[in-house]
């Protein structure tokens, strides 16, 4: 059998230090630019941070946002409109500026797009919005995005500098009448081995026209019924119109070659409930792929293998506390330079990105 890696926690703690340690690098010059909405609604406190509109197919009207630089030095950003779209892990994320617009992206028109400011000046920009006479009933959402046009460089650490192109991302929210539907489809469950893991991986689609946040519990038996794995999962906002391969990892000991049943159970909205179950299996590949991700992710600790009867190795991955701090860092560099400028994006956002409203 293969024991599951088990340092997530002090990877994630390297990641989170090297993304602080980057973006402290980056707040000590620069410009700094942040969004909100000009006004805002005191009966709903959230329009505050970002643009909730209750609007209709074919209707037209203006808005203004407030745009601010609160870095040390002038600088000139770029403003554009992003559709948004529901990240495999779940939770909204804006797309950039070279995606298809087709949504609320497509609506909104600015009156400016580029700005330079002064540190510690503002400006209000004006914007239009013009929804589609044949726009889909529900809830629709995009971003409103102000982007340093300047790539601005990390702190030089070693061999290693991280340049990071920050933008500021304003939510807005359009509500369109119509007939509330909350529906969340299961179209498959999977096995296969992502980042070293072995995961199980659940295709989903949000074909109602709420957000949703949906929760429940996978359960994996094997071939005689008898229970493996009971895995929570807790997904953030599931965006109407989008579909999703969310990855629910496997706990402890590694599912072995071999036959298994999932059945999978999600709550969300207002009570109500999605149930799927599929028989999936486990091959000898996906086993030997996950035996080579432990061997390389650990090749000082991990320990020597023997085949077992059933031609499978057994595999015992060290605690975290085990890796050395060189291991680690190769670790967390592999993950950063796919993912880091992303993450950092995000780490970046103004409070004027605000949380997005669920019904």
């Known amino acids: 059998m293969i024991q599951q890696p088990r340092f997530y926690r002090a990877t994630l703690i390297a990641i989170i230090l090297f993304s602080l340690w980057c973006g402290s ?65 779940s939770g909204a994320v804006y797309l950039g500026s070279d995606k298809p617009r087709e949504d609320v992206g497509s609506w909104i028109t600015l009156d400016e797009q580029e700005v330079t400011l002064a540190p510690g000046e503002e400006r209000t920009i004006g914007f239009a919005v013009s ?33 990071v192109q920050t933008r500021t991302v304003t939510a807005v929210q359009v509500n369109l009448p119509g007939e509330r539907v909350e529906k969340v489809e299961i179209l498959d469950i999977t096995s296969n081995i992502e980042q070293g893991l072995q995961t199980m ?36 906002t599931f965006l109407p119109r989008s579909e999703i391969q969310y ?12 036959q298994y049943h999932a059945s999978l159970t999600l709550k969300y909205g207002t009570g109500t409930e999605a149930n799927y179950d599929r028989t999936f299996e486990v091959s000898a590949a996906q086993i030997q792929q996950l ?40 670790i967390v560099l592999s993950t950063l330079l796919s993912a880091l400028v992303t993450a950092l994006v995000v780490l970046r956002l103004t409070r004027s990105t605000g949380k997005k409203q669920e019904a």
């Open 25 to 89: 690098a980056l707040a000590n010059g620069g410009a700094s630019f942040g969004l909100r909405p000009e006004r805002y609604d005191p009966a709903r406190p959230e329009t505050e941070s970002y643009f909730i509109y209750d609007a209709a197919p074919g209707q037209h009207f203006e808005d203004e946002v407030h745009l601010w630089n609160s870095g040390t030095e002038a600088g000139t950003v770029r403003l554009y409109v992003v559709d948004a779209t529901t990240g495999q892990t």
């Open 201 to 236: 991986v659940v295709s989903l689609r949000n074909a109602g026209t709420e957000m949703v946040k949906p929760t429940g519990e996978l359960v994996v038996t094997d071939a005689q019924g008898n229970e493996i794995q009971r895995l929570p999962l807790q997904l953030d």
């Open 291 to 330: 035996y080579e991700a432990v061997q390389q992710q650990l090749p000082q600790a991990a320990s020597e293998s023997a085949p077992q009867e059933n031609g499978t190795q057994a595999v015992v991955a060290p605690a975290a506390g085990s890796l050395s701090m060189g291991m680690l860092a190769v």
């Open 247 to 258: 990855p629910v990892y496997v706990q402890g000991q590694a599912l072995p070659e071999g």
């Open 131 to 163: 929804i589609p006479a044949d726009a889909q009933p529900g809830q629709h959402l995009g971003g409103l995005v102000a982007e340093n046009i300047v790539l601005q460089e990390g702190a030089q650490e070693g061999a290693l500098r991280v340049n």
